[in-house]
């Protein structure tokens, strides 16, 4: 196995060097890259030959061209990756690596020496598919008929790739289940927290009984976050002469006003220092984390962990919340009773709460962060150059 710093042309349909989209992740997978032993190369987003029709994807209104512009590069793939071949073929790269854009690979194949890998949460057919793609049904019904078409892409994408990084098992499962791939060249890997690493978290506020318990809620989709149970969760401590707070972070639910019992953050921009500081403020303060969501992953799960905050959430998709380690995943179709008696045996014995943080802490410290997901992808690709050298 080598040990020089490996050549790794990373290819996405968005740039890296953007640190907003895709909620921070492939900004954090190009600098981890970097960190941990690659000479990291940013490949064009260009559709080189079509690259007009991208452009005028851009044209659209944005729900027609999230929507649209990845089915049409499945269509153009072979296309479109007659000029990504041109490019590795100036490099002399080790690998390519080609993060969330699945339809960035369609038409590439299989490289010869170089070692092509992918990583996501979800493919369109495998979110599609699960709980959590049903649960939100389809913008363009019209899409189902090309289902069976997509699928067919995705799998051989699959098939020619030399490793294929999950964060989740469910994820895992889903390309088992759906494409009928389960070797060894699917590797689970949990991703990080989107953002930079937390030293401490000494100076937490802690659980006492009789003190308020502080809520957290962080999502821009107030609906599809769990914003409206995270809110029914309040009024039943309430109701129960337990006094509390929730904090939301993200967006300004329409309907629910700020007051003595509610903060409300619409957007934070955690580049920009004095927002960081409020997001910070934030997490350190409170007690738990709801956001009973449905996703195939969810950072900010991994946020708390990072700062030793316990989550409650669904145990659905991809959520990186284990039972008693650094938080609660409850059954789909839990009730705010039934979080809320989650929280009072807590608040009863706020010992087993001081636990639950420090777990929740050695979960991030060990699993949800960046550098830790570079060395074991670093590995994972040293590991197969060497095999085809």
């Known amino acids: 196995m080598t040990d ?23 900004a954090r997978m190009y600098q981890a890259l970097q960190r941990h032993g690659g000479e990291v190369t940013i490949l064009s987003n260009s559709w080189h030959m079509a690259e007009p029709l991208r452009r005028l994807m851009h044209v659209l209104p944005e729900a027609l061209n ?14 479109i990756a007659r000029g990504v071949r041109r490019e590795l073929a100036q490099g002399d790269f080790d690998v390519l690596f080609c993060a969330y854009s699945i339809q960035s ?3 590439v194949g299989r490289l010869g020496a170089v070692v092509s890998a992918f990583t996501t949460d979800a493919t369109p057919t495998t979110y599609k598919q699960s709980q959590v793609g049903q649960s939100f049904g389809s913008y363009l019904s019209a899409s189902r008929y090309l289902d069976p078409w ?17 964060p989740t098992h469910w994820l895992r499962d889903g ?6 791939i389960a070797d060894e060249r699917v590797q689970i890997i949990p991703w990080g927290a989107n953002i930079d690493p937390v030293a401490t978290c000494e100076d937490i506020n802690p659980l006492r009984s009789g003190a308020p318990v502080e809520l957290l809620f962080v999502g ?46 619409p957007q934070l921009d955690k580049s920009k220092p004095d927002d960081m500081a409020i997001f910070e403020i934030a997490f350190k303060h409170a007690h738990f984390l709801i956001n009973p969501s449905f996703e195939s992953f969810g950072f900010a799960f991994c946020e708390a962990s990072a700062y030793g905050l316990p989550s409650l ?7 990186p919340v284990k039972d008693r380690v650094n938080g609660h995943a409850l ?16 608040v009863a014995n706020p010992v087993t709460h001081t636990a639950l943080r420090k777990t929740a802490r050695t979960e991030y410290e060990t699993h949800l962060n960046w550098d830790a997901w570079g060395r074991a992808v670093m590995d994972q690709l040293r590991s197969r150059v060497a095999d085809k050298r």
């Open 331 to 346: 059954p789909l179709g839990s009730s705010a009773d039934n979080f809320v008696a989650v929280i009072s045996d807590y």
């Open 4 to 26: 020089r710093p490996l050549k790794i042309a990373y290819l996405c349909d968005i740039t890296p060097l953007d640190t907003n989209l895709y909620s921070g992740g492939n």
């Open 66 to 79: 999230l929507r649209m512009r990845w089915r049409l590069h499945l269509l153009l793939g072979r296309l």
């Open 105 to 107: 690979m369609a038409g």
């Open 175 to 180: 390309i088992e289940n759906t494409f009928a």
């Open 150 to 166: 997509i699928a067919r892409q995705e799998k051989r994408v699959l098939n020619d790739l030399d490793l294929i990084l999950s």
């Open 220 to 265: 821009r989709d107030w609906h599809s976050k769990g914003g409206p149970l995270a809110l029914a969760v309040l009024a039943g401590l309430q109701a129960q002469d337990l006094p509390a707070h929730l904090t939301i972070i993200g967006c300004a639910p329409e309907g629910v006003e700020a007051g003595a019992d509610i903060k409300i953050y």
């Open 313 to 319: 959430a669904f145990r659905v998709g991809g959520v």
